[in-house]
């Protein structure tokens, strides 16, 4: 255990001042004014010794080759902060897509992050692992975040210059989705929370990666309702099919949970597959990179592996990060599993009616 030095409570505080030493990074602290006729004021600077855990150092942790599409995998370890400007393709602006499912700030039990900041402290943090994102995208590039109610409204206005501080680049939003499940979190004070945002952004500059084909699902007005106009359609899409909606739900697109195939253990915060193999399919072709700086358990890693791309994953915590190669290696057990299925919410109301020849009496 190495010591340092911190301020006394700093981060237990409500009224906490600016400054935190955590996660590896150090900011210096704002000493809070004194209170006439008080003690030691919060955030003063009497200082105890205390243990805190070694910080990781940002290196290379795995990189090969997929053993059918030859495609290269490379897993890095470390704060992405401090990860990302060093790997070579954020460097050259050459990343395809970005798929980010950050900590929450919920005070989720990670393996070694500490997922409780001061909420300036945590918009600071986004911020930055954005802008490093951003810079590290191809113009036409593809950012996909996955967040919840709490962050989602500061994130857009980010990203769409609405606020003092500005993204490195212009970005523009092509959707809002939402990831819904039906297995959230149980609450009587308020409606139950059952979904996560997805916010997909693209960096201006040229034009980007959309294969809505590679991605469909079968229409409710031929799922439902037998609808023949669905089978001769004038959008460009097959017959019968349509590019998914921005709500996202179905079969095997709930939390990943209790005897779920796709369980790994020591993973409470594993996306479904099919939720990366349609952010995937959509906005990257094979051989393009796609890079996830907080790669959990792995589902992006993956599936974009799998599918034949070239993938890069930032992970704090060795444990995930050795949990993340060994499931890469092992590779995805749904893929395709939602292409071309229907989400229809209701059963079938009507068999489609082929249109009746005329009799030839009838003339
Ligand atoms: C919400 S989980 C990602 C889950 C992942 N999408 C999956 O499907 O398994 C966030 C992960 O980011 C890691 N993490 C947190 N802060 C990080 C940072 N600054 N740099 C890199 N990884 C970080 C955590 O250890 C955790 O494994």
């Known amino acids: 255990m190495a010591t340092r030095t911190v301020r006394e409570n700093v981060f237990d505080k409500p009224d ?52 059918t599409t030859g495609a290269e995998a490379s897993v890095y370890l470390g704060d992405c902060r401090t990860l990302l400007p060093t790997i070579p393709e954020v460097k050259r602006s050459t990343l395809d897509l970005v798929f980010a ?44 975040i996955n967040i919840p109610d709490d962050w989602a409204a500061e994130i857009v206005c980010y990203l769409k210059g609405r606020l003092d501080r500005k993204p490195p680049a212009l970005m523009a939003m092509q959707n809002w989705c939402a990831w819904h499940y039906r297995f959230g979190q149980n609450a009587v004070e308020r409606f139950i929370n059952s979904k996560v945002h997805a916010l997909y952004f693209i960096k201006i500059g040229r034009e980007h990666t959309w294969n809505p084909q590679e991605v469909l699902e079968e229409s409710d007005r031929r799922a439902i309702y037998g609808d023949l106009r669905t089978e001769s359609k004038k959008d460009g899409m097959p017959p019968g099919m349509r590019v998914p909606m921005d709500v996202w739900y179905g079969k095997f697109w709930g939390r990943v949970q209790g005897n779920n195939k796709e369980r790994r253990h020591y993973h409470d915060n594993q996306l479904p597959e099919v939720y990366l193999e349609r952010v995937v399919r959509a906005c990257s072709n094979a051989g393009d990179t796609v890079l996830d700086p907080f790669l959990g358990s792995g589902t992006t890693g993956v599936v974009a ?59």
């Open 101 to 144: 499912d950050p900590p929450f700030n919920w005070s989720r039990g990670y393996d070694e992050w500490n997922d409780k900041m001061p909420e300036r402290a945590y918009l600071d943090f986004t911020f930055d692992w954005i802008d490093l994102c951003v810079n590290g995208l191809r113009p036409g590039g593809s950012l996909w």
């Open 305 to 363: 592996h799998a599918l034949g791309r070239k993938f890069i994953g930032c992970e704090f915590s060795e444990q995930n990060a050795t949990n993340a190669v060994e499931r890469m290696k092992a590779g995805p057990i749904r893929l395709g599993a939602s292409i071309g299925q229907s989400s229809a919410i209701f059963e079938q109301r009507r068999v489609p009616r082929v249109p009746r020849k005329k009799s030839p009496a009838a003339d």
């Open 16 to 67: 906490a001042p600016e400054s935190y030493v955590r996660n590896g990074i150090r900011k210096d602290v704002k000493p809070a004014k004194p209170k006439a006729g008080t003690g030691t004021p919060k955030g003063s600077t009497s200082k105890v010794e205390v243990e805190t855990p070694p910080v990781p150092e940002a290196r290379l942790f795995k990189s090969w080759n997929h053993l």
